[in-house]
């Protein structure tokens, strides 16, 4: 420690001052005396001196010690203020302590005691202050911040949602994200669970991309036999999720009659697979999200509202894009590098025109159509005739392909999911019942409504067998 450091010593007692004043510059201290205490606060008050800490007497006309001590815990409240008290004057000394003295001294003062205890004082005061200066520090960056866990973005309404993250990451309630489509609610679930259950798993499930009747055995697993195809006990996504994250995207799309289930979950924390009576402790937090207006979903009756409330505990809006323009060319370079490192090119500059033409367009795809016209643009380079029209004013700007209706979306993901199984299945239709949970009858409607070629499917996988 370092012993250079100005003591202010108050005292009405002359003799004792100047015991006082030898035993701590023998130890090493500069020591400032004040036999009146009003003239010792007003050297601490005035500022001239930055005092490591005080020592005072209890006891002093004009300004006793501990209304000196009232006035500097007001005033300068990291100031350690040390107080020397006679014999009786135990009890009070006790209640100066409670009323912020960093200690007290009785008379005779031991010199060791003295600095013993002076010591502490100065030694909490420096980490008073170096915690302090690292809040400062830590202020300052948060006030700057550019990216948080993955987000992009300086605007402050991202700030502000970096700083709710945080907040929000000390609390296991659930958590209910919105915000427009590809505005970057799954990034915001994924820093949450980054900042409160690092090291376990994630787990996303998309209520919109699962077929209505598949969502209950995906969630809650099954036991062996539960339904026609269920040939073996398997997980669902809540225990999977274990002591992690389970993130609900698109919940408005959750079936009415598995929404009261999902209530009763979050409410007893526990949940059976389906099949099955044991029940399952809940150690994950639930984080949903929605790109439409749940509120309005509920006062539709599409959604219930005892769920609502229950996901709604912890809100989190993001943003879209154009509340937030201001970070686009922020958010293009960063695309670009991006680019860049993944395929180990050379990273491609972003004109000044073309990040001018991306501030003035609109973007109903928000981050995400940003972020597909930037490769877009990485990987046709400058001469391409997209190029020309990226760059160009912002009336000549095409959206970067138009967006598909929402039935025309789930179709193709349902029609997707259903080749996929049956490819599997190597276009066995009862194989690929048992691995979708659905009946015969069901399939074969699919497979007629979405037109898929199942005989193509079934040639291509004898093709190759062959080979
Ligand atoms: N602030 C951001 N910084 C960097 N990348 C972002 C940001 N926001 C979104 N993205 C990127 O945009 C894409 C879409 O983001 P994300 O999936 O989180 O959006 P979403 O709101 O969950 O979309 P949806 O409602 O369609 O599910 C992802 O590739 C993501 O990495």
Redesign the pocket.
């Known amino acids: 420690m370092s012993t250079a450091l100005p003591i202010l010593v108050v005292d009405d007692d002359r003799y004792l001052l100047l015991a006082l004043r030898q035993t701590l510059e023998l130890a090493g201290f500069v020591v400032q005396t004040f036999e009146r205490s009003p003239a010792a606060l007003a050297a601490v008050l005035g500022q001239k001196e930055h005092f490591a800490a005080v020592l005072a007497d209890i006891r002093m006309p004009e300004l006793d010690g501990m209304a000196l001590l009232a006035r500097l815990h007001k005033e300068r409240p990291e100031l350690p203020v040390i107080l020397i008290t006679g014999h009786g004057d135990v009890a009070l000394a006790v209640q100066a302590v409670k009323e912020g003295a960093y200690d007290f001294l009785q008379k005779p003062v031991d010199g060791e005691a003295l600095l013993g205890a002076l010591g502490r004082a100065v030694e909490r005061n420096r980490l008073v202050k170096e915690n302090r200066q690292l809040q400062a520090t830590l202020e300052a960056s948060r006030a700057e911040r550019t990216?948080f866990y993955?987000?992009?973005?300086a605007h402050p309404a991202?700030r502000q949602v970096y700083r709710l993250i945080e907040t929000m990451a000390t609390a296991p309630d659930p958590v209910l994200i919105s915000?427009?489509?590809?505005?970057?609610?799954?990034?915001?679930?994924r820093a949450l669970h980054a900042l409160s259950a690092a090291g376990q798993p994630f787990v996303a499930v998309?209520m919109a991309a699962l077929p209505a009747e598949m969502i209950e055995s995906e969630l809650f697993g099954y036991e062996r036999g539960a339904f026609t195809g269920a040939d073996s006990r398997k997980a669902g996504k809540f225990e999977f999720a274990g002591r992690g994250t389970l993130f609900l995207?698109?919940i408005c799309s959750m079936p009415l009659h598995l929404q009261g289930k999902l209530l009763r979950v979050l409410e007893e924390r526990a949940f059976c697979r389906l099949g099955g009576n044991a029940a399952i402790p809940l150690g994950a937090r639930v984080i949903s999200?929605s790109?439409r207006d749940l509120e309005g979903e509920v006062a539709s009756g599409r959604f219930r509202q005892d769920l609502y409330f229950r996901l709604n505990v912890l809100p989190l809006k993001?943003p879209a894009l154009a509340e937030r323009v201001a970070?686009i060319p922020l958010?293009a370079r960063?695309?670009a590098e991006e680019y860049a490192l993944l395929h180990g090119d050379a990273q491609v500059r972003l004109e000044p025109a073309f990040l001018d033409a991306l501030s003035q367009r609109s973007w109903p795809g928000?981050?995400?159509e940003l972020?597909n016209l930037v490769r877009r643009h990485c990987i046709l380079g400058g001469q391409a005739q997209q190029d020309k029209a990226i760059g160009a004013p912002a009336a000549a700007l095409p959206a970067s392909g138009p967006l598909s209706t929402w039935k025309e979306h789930m179709e193709r993901e349902e029609k997707r999911y259903l080749i996929e199984a049956l490819a599997h299945a190597g276009g066995q239709v009862s194989a690929a019942c048992r691995i979708l949970g659905l009946s015969r009858k069901s399939v074969y409607e699919k497979v007629r409504r979405l037109g898929i070629d199942l005989e193509g499917l079934r040639q291509n996988r004898a093709g190759k067998n062959v080979t």
């Not at 993955?150 to 973005?153: A, K, M």
């Not at 915000?179 to 679930?189: D, F, R």
Request: aromatic letters at 4%.
């Open positions: 990216a993955g987000l992009v973005g991202m915000g427009e489509t590809g505005s970057g609610k799954e990034l915001a679930a998309n995207d698109e999200a790109n993001i970070d958010l960063h695309f928000n981050v995400r972020r």
